[in-house]
């Protein structure tokens, strides 16, 4: 439980850090200092739930041992899993394949494609993990959740790096060692859940380490690096005006300056209709 304790600080310490490294950065141009921002936040409240005890549950189950000389052994094996966790990656994930499609320039619908796909893979994994042991319900999800990350891989890898040359040879370079990065760390979170959670070959201490150092180089590592190049790489900047920097406040209103008065527009005179005389009704003369 250390060890949940540790990466909590380090959570909060890097939210901190990249908060008041937002604060220095014009609204308009400070989206990848909140997305980053927010998901070192999210991750450590996920780590405060699991230390204190309050993100956990036991997935029990028994298993019969069949003897010939001895009576049968009825054993009641129980494993602590840590759903915050997956509450954790289902909110972290996607904001951190955000920040890979706006890094590449990907498009709107490409983009919400391949958060959905991360969505599924997280939920799989979190479906499989309250599964009974080895059987064909957690495998399926696994698989599932496998084939979920090959479509991220497809619209991160292929179409990101389509896109992303538009923006020039410094952006490209940053982008595909970024997406290496992160690509190759989720590879390792699928086969850490696989003997964890999935085969239950490693012990609850073991997979708390190895999840551990997972998230420290996805989020507070990578966030760091990301806006380190966001400051010294001027193609990587971008301006998100309208409601995300002015509000609704601000929209619509035109400015008069001091010096200068608005035009006043007289009313437009009304059509005239002129006027049919009746004629006269003239009495027949006697």
């Known amino acids: 439980m250390r060890a949940l304790w540790i990466v909590f600080g380090i959570m909060v310490i890097a939210s901190a850090v990249f908060a008041l490294r937002s604060s220095t950065i014009v609204m308009s141009r400070r989206l990848y200092h909140v997305i980053t921002t927010l998901i070192t936040i999210i991750s450590a409240l996920s780590y405060f739930a699991m230390a204190s005890g309050h993100a956990a549950a036991f997935i029990c189950q028994t298993i019969r041992e069949d003897h010939k000389h001895v009576p049968n052994i009825l054993r009641h094996v129980c494993r602590e899993v840590f759903w915050a966790r997956f509450v954790d990656s289902s909110l972290t994930i996607p904001l951190l394949l955000l920040e890979l499609c ?48 090959l479509f991220v891989i497809w619209h991160v890898a292929v179409h990101g790096s389509q896109t992303v040359d538009a923006k020039g040879a410094k952006v490209t370079k940053i982008f595909s060692s970024m997406a290496t990065f992160i690509l190759i760390l989720w590879t390792i979170y699928l086969i850490v859940w696989g003997i964890s959670d999935g085969a239950k070959n490693i012990s609850v201490d073991s997979a708390i380490i190895a999840y551990a150092v997972l998230d420290v180089l996805t989020k507070p590592v990578f966030g760091a690096w990301l806006l380190i190049a966001h400051h010294q790489i001027p193609e990587i900047n971008f301006e998100v005006g309208g409601y995300w920097s002015e509000g609704l406040s601000s929209e619509r209103i035109i400015r008069i300056s001091d010096n200068e008065e608005a035009p006043l527009r007289q009313p437009s005179p009304l059509p005239i209709q002129p006027i049919r005389q009746q004629p006269r009704h003239q009495e027949p003369s006697t």
């Open 102 to 149: 706006l890094l590449a320039g990907v498009d709107g619908a490409h983009t919400l494609m391949a958060i959905v796909a991360v969505l599924v893979m997280v939920l799989s994994g979190l479906f499989a993990a309250f599964g009974c042991d080895n059987t064909a319900q957690t495998w399926g999800w696994f698989a599932i959740a496998c084939f979920s990350y």
